[in-house]
């Protein structure tokens, strides 16, 4: 009976203390969730703030509107008599002439430009409309605008950040750190002026986006100042003179740009935070570059993604940073990875500008491709904190550039095809050979170690931008050892990598893929030397061209190479739907030792142009013009359409065969593609690449292969043979590239399913261009198989 009742009690107890932990997690929890609806509470009722200035702003936009019509009818009534009166009415007041050599002068400037600025972050001095594909809601960073018509361009940005305004201030006018298109920016000159303001005279210079055009700087004056509702402005606005700022000499690379009044302000909100207005009113000198890049110049949307979305977002960034809402890989710091961007963003951006003082210096250009070769023989590639991490090379670094013009081809799906499918245009050698001279100084060129790419690349995310549009990770590509005594050395390469503008409905945006070597180790003072792409957009992205373009499409190689009605029918309907242009920017660095520049130029020239033909492919691949996409002024013999493709194959096998691959009624225009495509052998060609990876399938080769067009560039050569025909390949490979053609036994391949197929004969060839000198690919042809 006592253990009975003790054990009731012993019982009783547990509930009870049960009970009271599941009421203490209770009520923890409701505080917790009390104070997260708090914070919310507290950020809507900012926003909403935000939203009915917003919507006062536009009601005094409409009545200053009504006025100016019904100002202009009067004028119109007047008399002749009168018309001078009346138009001395309208007449925009002119900026009296200002001494800016003297602080008095200096400030009369500034408190113009405060004047004009604040009409414009807040008022109706610019005619504003919504940034198309920016629709302001709960989850959006702010809220974005750009210029209907105006002088220049411009853009503006609102929204509500979790800092304080001393803070915000601060890191905006610490410009290179958050645009990454600012070069430098110096203060010369800095006094005291009213309300603890202070007056700057600012030097700052700006890259450019590509080797067509020449950079911009500016020579501009910063003030910087408190309003008597407590709200922090910093406004700034260009001086005049085009030879003014700083040692002229030195610019002579740069074309002086005009800022108009622009700037930041920053108010202080109850229970926290800050509401910011951004406003960036530029004008670019669009008369300096060539007539087909003006677009790039003379566009808002540009300055809004660049400069204006950036800065916003970029304060947003920091204060998720700084309330540890963001958690990044490796167990790096934020700021750390933050560098990290920023220096391959920068190396990238020295490297297509080339400047003089950089140590820079032009070796050669080539004219039939316009790939520029330039040479720096004084870059640091180590972290200034730590100079014993610095590699000293005896030689420099060689850079190998080029731009193009590219027709009809979305920036941000050609860049995602290139970060994920890295095999299609990457040479690993090339990859090893810049990885092995970053990581011990030395120069392997042009002996290296025989290496074999297994094709494979792994992408370990390391962090992202809070909204995703900029993604940083590290690329381990898989590659083997060759040698025997090195059989079981791992010779895998690391890249870093950021990758950015790949949300197709961001208009305005740049594309960018740039990556770089980097040890292992991967330490935080790790030297970079930066390669990659830049696809710029010249035209303004419509909603209509946007529906045009299938955002669905395989961004498969082949796609292209489809025959059929359907083919031809997207084919057309694209091609009347609305075109659009870009510019692929390409630049790859590499170190190199003084007795082997020449070797390296050589190599770097026959890289890049062998990337230029690859880009090329795929942009004729993802083109919605289908089969007749404009690439370039002109497209590279490497990369021919499909009907070119068709002929070459069967030309070439008539050449070295002496025989006809189809018969003599099909070879007529279009029809020997149909012909090829149907042919009853299966016919394959993969790339002359270090790893041949198939760009072409037959129907009857997709059949034995039991594959896609789709999948079709995932499969490299060596899987589909077994080891005898593997032995078989190798034997007769020395024949096939001597005499142009080979003859292989029947044997067993595999497909992509794992069936073994057996084939009675298999012939391989060499695909000459229509040089009839260039080797394009090669080609099988696989007689009577069948699956087993």
């Known amino acids: 009976?006592?253990?009975?009742?003790?054990?009731?009690?012993?019982?009783?107890?547990?509930?009870?203390?049960?009970?009271?932990?599941?009421?203490?997690?209770?009520?923890?929890?409701?505080?917790?969730?009390?104070?997260?609806?708090?914070?919310?509470?507290?950020?809507?009722?900012?926003?909403?703030?935000?939203?009915?200035?917003?919507?006062?702003?536009?009601?005094?936009?409409?009545?200053?509107?009504?006025?100016?019509?019904?100002?202009?009818?009067?004028?119109?009534?007047?008399?002749?008599?009168?018309?001078?009166?009346?138009?001395?009415?309208?007449?925009?007041?002119?900026?009296?002439?200002?001494?800016?050599?003297?602080?008095?002068?200096?400030?009369?400037?500034?408190?113009?430009?405060?004047?004009?600025?604040?009409?414009?972050?807040?008022?109706?001095?610019?005619?504003?409309?919504?940034?198309?594909?920016?629709?302001?809601?709960?989850?959006?960073?702010?809220?974005?605008?750009?210029?209907?018509?105006?002088?220049?361009?411009?853009?503006?940005?609102?929204?509500?950040?979790?800092?304080?305004?001393?803070?915000?201030?601060?890191?905006?006018?610490?410009?290179?750190?958050?645009?990454?298109?600012?070069?430098?920016?110096?203060?010369?000159?800095?006094?005291?002026?009213?309300?603890?303001?202070?007056?700057?005279?600012?030097?700052?210079?700006?890259?450019?986006?590509?080797?067509?055009?020449?950079?911009?700087?500016?020579?501009?004056?910063?003030?910087?100042?408190?309003?008597?509702?407590?709200?922090?402005?910093?406004?700034?606005?260009?001086?005049?003179?085009?030879?003014?700022?700083?040692?002229?000499?030195?610019?002579?690379?740069?074309?002086?740009?005009?800022?108009?009044?622009?700037?930041?302000?920053?108010?202080?909100?109850?229970?926290?935070?800050?509401?910011?207005?951004?406003?960036?009113?530029?004008?670019?000198?669009?008369?300096?570059?060539?007539?087909?890049?003006?677009?790039?110049?003379?566009?808002?949307?540009?300055?809004?993604?660049?400069?204006?979305?950036?800065?916003?977002?970029?304060?947003?960034?920091?204060?998720?940073?700084?309330?540890?809402?963001?958690?990044?890989?490796?167990?790096?710091?934020?700021?750390?990875?933050?560098?990290?961007?920023?220096?391959?963003?920068?190396?990238?951006?020295?490297?297509?500008?080339?400047?003089?003082?950089?140590?820079?210096?032009?070796?050669?250009?080539?004219?039939?491709?316009?790939?520029?070769i330039a040479v720096n023989s004084t870059k640091n590639l180590g972290s200034t904190s730590n100079p014993s991490n610095s590699f000293s090379f005896l030689g420099g670094i060689l850079c190998a550039k080029a731009s193009m013009l590219l027709q009809n081809v979305p920036p941000a799906v050609l860049v995602c095809f290139l970060r994920e499918h890295r095999s299609e245009w990457a040479d690993f050698n090339v990859d090893a050979y810049s990885a092995a001279s970053l990581k011990a100084g030395s120069y392997a060129f042009p002996g290296?170690?025989?290496?074999?790419?297994?094709?494979?690349?792994?992408?370990?995310?390391?962090?992202?931008?809070?909204?995703?549009?900029?993604?940083?990770?590290?690329?381990?590509?898989?590659?083997?050892?060759?040698?025997?005594?090195?059989?079981?050395?791992?010779?895998?390469?690391?890249?870093?990598?950021?990758?950015?503008?790949?949300?197709?409905?961001?208009?305005?945006?740049?594309?960018?893929?740039?990556?770089?070597?980097?040890?292992?180790?991967?330490p935080d003072d790790a030297p970079l030397l930066p390669s990659g792409f830049r696809v710029i957009p010249l035209d303004s992205k419509t909603r209509d061209a946007q529906d045009a373009v299938n955002t669905s499409r395989t961004l498969d190689l082949t796609t292209s190479l489809e025959v059929g009605p359907a083919t031809n029918h997207s084919a057309g309907d694209a091609l009347s739907s609305h075109s659009t242009r870009s510019v692929l920017t390409i630049a790859f660095q590499f170190p190199f030792e003084s007795n082997l520049q020449d070797n390296v130029a050589t190599m770097a020239r026959q890289y890049v142009r062998s990337v230029i033909s690859s880009v090329q492919r795929v942009a004729m691949a993802i083109s919605p013009s289908g089969l007749c996409p404009s690439v370039g002024p002109k497209l590279s013999p490497s990369s021919p359409e499909a009907l070119t493709l068709a002929h070459w194959i069967c030309q070439s096998y008539k050449y070295y065969l002496g025989a006809e691959l189809l018969s003599s009624d099909s070879l007529g225009g279009d029809s020997v593609l149909k012909h090829l495509w149907h042919h009853q052998d299966a016919i394959l060609c993969c790339s002359l690449k270090s790893l041949p990876i198939f760009i072409f399938a037959n129907q009857t080769g997709l059949d034995m292969l039991e594959t896609t067009l789709v999948a079709l560039q995932d499969i490299t050569l060596d899987k589909i043979f077994d080891e005898s025909g593997r032995k078989a390949l190798c034997a007769d490979f020395a024949k096939l590239m001597e005499q142009g053609f080979a003859y292989l036994p029947g044997g067993i391949c595999m497909s992509t399913m794992g069936r073994h197929v057996s084939y009675e004969q298999a012939v391989a060839w060499k695909v000459l261009a229509a040089d009839e000198s260039t080797v394009h690919c090669l080609a099988f042809s696989f007689v009577n198989w069948s699956f087993v």
């Open 1 to 372: 009976m006592a253990m009975a009742v003790a054990q009731h009690r012993e019982s009783s107890n547990s509930s009870i203390n049960k009970h009271l932990t599941d009421s203490g997690k209770c009520r923890e929890k409701q505080r917790n969730e009390s104070s997260r609806l708090q914070t919310v509470n507290r950020k809507l009722t900012a926003m909403n703030k935000l939203l009915m200035e917003e919507n006062d702003r536009l009601q005094k936009q409409v009545s200053q509107l009504v006025r100016e019509w019904l100002h202009a009818a009067t004028i119109a009534n007047c008399a002749a008599a009168t018309d001078a009166s009346c138009d001395s009415v309208v007449t925009t007041p002119q900026h009296s002439l200002r001494d800016a050599n003297n602080p008095a002068g200096l400030l009369s400037i500034a408190e113009e430009t405060l004047a004009e600025f604040l009409s414009k972050a807040t008022g109706t001095a610019v005619d504003w409309v919504q940034m198309p594909g920016m629709k302001p809601g709960p989850d959006s960073v702010g809220i974005f605008a750009i210029s209907q018509s105006c002088s220049g361009v411009a853009a503006r940005a609102c929204g509500l950040v979790s800092l304080e305004p001393t803070k915000i201030a601060e890191i905006l006018k610490d410009r290179p750190s958050w645009f990454r298109d600012c070069r430098s920016l110096e203060v010369f000159t800095m006094f005291p002026a009213g309300n603890g303001g202070t007056v700057e005279l600012v030097y700052s210079q700006v890259y450019a986006p590509m080797t067509l055009a020449p950079a911009r700087d500016f020579w501009t004056l910063r003030y910087t100042t408190s309003l008597e509702n407590g709200s922090l402005v910093v406004c700034e606005r260009s001086l005049s003179g085009s030879g003014a700022g700083p040692n002229a000499a030195a610019a002579s690379q740069f074309v002086r740009a005009e800022m108009l009044p622009s700037g930041y302000l920053i108010r202080p909100c109850e229970g926290g935070g800050s509401i910011i207005h951004i406003v960036d009113h530029l004008n670019l000198e669009a008369w300096s570059v060539p007539e087909v890049l003006r677009p790039l110049y003379e566009s808002s949307k540009v300055v809004a993604q660049k400069m204006t979305i950036a800065a916003l977002r970029y304060i947003r960034q920091i204060a998720q940073e700084t309330s540890g809402e963001v958690v990044y890989g490796f167990g790096r710091q934020p700021a750390v990875l933050r560098t990290f961007s920023q220096r391959l963003s920068r190396g990238f951006n020295d490297a297509i500008n080339g400047f003089n003082d950089d140590g820079w210096s032009l070796m050669s250009c080539d004219g039939a491709e316009d790939i520029i």
């Open 448 to 522: 290296m170690r025989p290496t074999r790419f297994t094709g494979s690349q792994v992408i370990m995310p390391l962090g992202h931008t809070i909204e995703h549009e900029e993604l940083l990770e590290v690329i381990r590509l898989e590659g083997h050892s060759l040698a025997q005594e090195d059989a079981f050395i791992s010779r895998d390469i690391h890249l870093l990598q950021i990758c950015s503008g790949i949300d197709e409905n961001a208009v305005g945006a740049c594309s960018e893929l740039v990556f770089a070597p980097i040890d292992e180790m991967f």
